[in-house]
């Protein structure tokens, strides 16, 4: 298989392209590497590579490939993608960025979830797979087992979400601001007559005074939080509260039966892995073994972590999480509102099975993996 790679030196192309070395994906591969901005540099060293980077905007030298797998990002995909089509190209489209995610002829890919979907799809021709939301993704990889038997009535996602998911000069910009608030605070946490409320006071000042770097964010993040992700939409939402409800029932396949996702997404201070609280109604009331049985079955990648202090703060933090494929899941108990009412608590690695994994797995199938 001849397999274009796009975009492949950004955050989720960097992890992409790590994850294909350590399970060997390369080998058997006719691997080609573009580039928007260095054409006929050299490309990454890997089995069956060519040797020089081809230009990532010639449509031709696009067309000869069996498959593309783009991190490049939105405006890349607006730009090549219907133009790549319009020439008659008939290969598989596989995408990291959220363009295509909910056009028509696209299928959004986790396949421990929606396995069935994809094989569906590709037996039906369709030629456009697209790696889903971060958050979305993650929660269903948490809750496969509940939503696989249809035990969930309706989900509320509360999402705290990394600096990393807004990009990397995102997180270069946390990085700058923890800086500049240890900075603004070194006189008073090094003074020993100095109180705890002297020290906030004097981060406060800080976090204020407008001269903490800002151009990202648009607000302080370090010691603080953001309750507002991506652009306002209908119904007071904004759009990545919106896609938790549009992309779950896309994944499942269940488009014209959905059921009801909504919540709030939250940026905090983590430099990578999304958090997310969970409410959810079960469609009857379950005893907790049972929920718990299920959802630690869901997949091999989800881990149960004990309802203790000392299993959460050793296994459910992203500080335990970062750079790991395992999706824990715990604080799971049922609510005092009632049997069929539960809560939990998840964590997972956004550039992996949030971004990078579901590609690398997706062109995995198409090789009859």
């Known amino acids: 298989m001849r397999v274009g790679f796009v975009g492949w030196r950004g955050m989720v192309g960097s992890v992409l392209m790590e994850r294909m070395r350590a399970e060997n994906d390369f080998a058997g591969l006719e691997s080609v590497f573009f580039s928007t901005s260095n054409p006929g540099g050299a490309a990454p060293k890997v089995a069956g590579g060519d040797p020089l980077l081809k230009d990532a905007r010639d449509l031709a030298a696009l067309a000869s490939m069996d498959a593309i797998i783009t991190c490049q990002g939105g405006d890349y995909t607006s730009a090549i993608h219907g133009p790549l089509r319009g020439r008659g190209w008939k290969g598989w489209w596989i995408d990291a960025a959220s363009t295509l995610r909910m056009a028509p002829g696209s299928v959004i890919i986790l396949d421990p979830v929606n396995r069935k979907v994809i094989e569906r799809a590709i037996k039906e021709g369709k030629k ?40 990397a000069e995102n997180m270069t910009e946390l990085m700058k601001q923890m ?9 008073v946490m090094a003074d020993p007559a100095a109180s705890a409320l002297d020290m906030e006071k004097q981060a406060t000042a800080a976090l204020r005074g407008g001269h903490m770097p800002t151009e990202k964010f648009g607000a302080p993040l370090a010691a603080s939080l953001i309750p507002w992700i991506d652009r306002a939409v209908e119904h007071g939402q904004t759009r990545e509260e919106w896609k938790g409800s549009a992309e779950t029932n896309k994944i499942l396949g ?97 550039l992996l099975w949030g971004a990078a994994e579901p590609l690398r797995r997706m062109l995995g199938i198409l090789r009859g993996g």
């Open 254 to 350: 269940r488009e014209d039966r959905p059921i009801p996702v909504d919540g709030l997404c939250v940026r905090v201070g983590s430099l990578r892995c999304h958090s997310q609280g969970f409410t959810l109604k079960l469609r009857k009331a379950l005893p907790p073994a049972e929920v718990a049985e299920i959802v630690k079955g869901a997949n091999p990648w989800v881990r149960l972590v004990e309802n203790t202090k000392e299993a959460t703060l050793a296994q459910l933090t992203p500080a335990a999480v970062s750079g790991k494929l395992e999706v824990p899941i715990g604080r799971l108990r049922p609510m005092l509102l009632g049997p069929e009412y539960y809560t939990a608590f998840s964590v997972g690695d956004q």
């Open 128 to 167: 456009d797979y697209i790696g889903g939301n971060c958050t979305v993704s993650l929660m269903l990889m948490a809750l496969g087992g509940l939503f696989e038997r249809d035990l969930i009535e309706w989900l509320s996602s509360m999402t705290y979400q990394a600096a990393s998911g807004a990009g």
């Open 179 to 187: 800086a500049f608030l240890a900075g603004e605070c070194q006189q």
